[in-house]
């Protein structure tokens, strides 16, 4: 059986210098890896769509989102996940904690301080080398 392609937008979100990270809590699929809040985009929708959605769903907050940072293809066990990741600022309110285990604001140079799901660490790497 072929695996099912997943489709999924992380939002590196820049706020004084700080990128917003989060845990994922401990029910879900990669249960306490830490992520770039947003998910999978549905059917019509474009990347950006996607991810300003998903911010307003999880963080309830406002973003705008800017350039690309990564494209990677990542094979788990439940699936292939293509994650795209963008640049992002707020534009109206604060993340709030609402779906994850916990959020933290790093600097460039301390993100590979956390156990990151497997299918952004090539990010991560980007962001530290930026
Ligand atoms: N949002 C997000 N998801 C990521 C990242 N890296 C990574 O491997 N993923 C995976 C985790 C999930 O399998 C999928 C995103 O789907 P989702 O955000 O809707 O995840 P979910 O836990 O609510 O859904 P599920 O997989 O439990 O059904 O992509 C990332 O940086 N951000």
Redesign the pocket.
């Known amino acids: 059986m072929e695996k099912k392609n997943?489709h999924?937008v992380?939002a590196v979100i820049v706020n004084d210098s700080k990128i917003l990270c989060a845990q994922?809590g401990e029910t879900?699929?990669?249960s306490y890896k830490w992520?770039?809040?947003?998910?999978?985009i549905e059917q019509g929708e474009t990347a950006e769509e996607a991810l300003r959605r998903e911010i307003e769903e999880e963080m309830q907050c406002k973003i705008s989102v800017g350039e690309q940072v990564d494209h990677t293809v990542?094979e788990?066990d439940?699936g292939v996940?293509h994650?795209t990741?963008f640049y992002c600022a707020l534009i109206e309110g604060e993340p709030v904690l609402t779906e994850h285990q916990s959020i933290k604001w790093l600097l460039r140079e301390e993100l590979p301080m956390l156990d990151w799901?497997?299918?952004?660490i090539p990010a991560v790497e980007k962001l530290v080398n930026d």
């Not at 992520?35 to 999978?40: D, L, R, S």
Request: aromatic share 18%; proline share 9%; glycine share 14%.
């Open positions: 997943i999924v992380g994922r879900k699929t990669l992520e770039f809040p947003g998910g999978k990542y788990y439940f996940v994650l990741t799901a497997p299918a952004d």
